[in-house]
Nanobody, 125 residues
Framework: QVQLVESGGGWVQAEDSLRLSCVATGLTFSSYRMGWFRQAPGQEREFVSAINWSGGRLYYADSVKGRFTISRDNAKKTVYLQMSSMKPEDTAIYYC??????????????????WGQGTQVTVSA
C-alpha cells in the first residue's frame, strides 16, 4: 500500500521559514518524480515545486522561486520543501505527490499517481 505522509506544517509569521517533509512508503521512491502542490481556501490546487528522480532537476512556480527549495533523500524516501521569506499568500494546505510519468509536465496534477493527505501552513502578516 502506497502512502505519502506530509509533516512540518504549522503557523508562522511573515518572513519566517518552515520545512515540510513527505515520507513515502510502499513504492520505489527513487523512481518517482515528486511534487509539491498547495490549495488555499476558496482556490484551486496549484503547482508549487517538483523534483526529478535523482534530484538533478528542480522546478518552481514563479510565486515561490527564490524563496522555496525542494530536495529529496532517496535513502530516506523523503522529499522536502524548505520555505523561506514566507508571505501570508503562502497560506494553504500543502500536498506532496509522486508520479512515474515521463514526458509530461511537472505541473500537470493529473499525471501524479499518488497524493498525501496534506499539511496546513498558515502565515500571518
Amino acid at each position: 500500500q502506497v502512502q505519502l505522509v506530509e509533516s512540518g506544517g504549522g503557523w508562522v509569521q511573515a518572513e519566517d521559514s518552515l520545512r515540510l517533509s513527505c515520507v513515502a512508503t510502499g513504492l520505489t521512491f527513487s523512481s518517482y518524480r515528486m511534487g509539491w502542490f498547495r490549495q488555499a481556501p476558496g482556490q484551486e490546487r496549484e503547482f508549487v515545486s517538483a523534483i526529478n528522480w535523482s534530484g538533478g532537476r528542480l522546478y518552481y512556480a514563479d510565486s515561490v522561486k527564490g524563496r522555496f527549495t525542494i530536495s529529496r533523500d532517496n535513502a530516506k524516501k523523503t522529499v522536502y520543501l524548505q520555505m523561506s521569506s514566507m508571505k501570508p499568500e503562502d497560506t494553504a494546505i500543502y500536498y506532496c505527490a509522486g508520479t512515474l510519468a515521463r514526458g509530461t509536465s511537472y505541473t500537470n496534477q493529473a499525471s501524479y499517481d499518488y497524493w498525501g493527505q496534506g499539511t496546513q501552513v498558515t502565515v500571518s502578516a
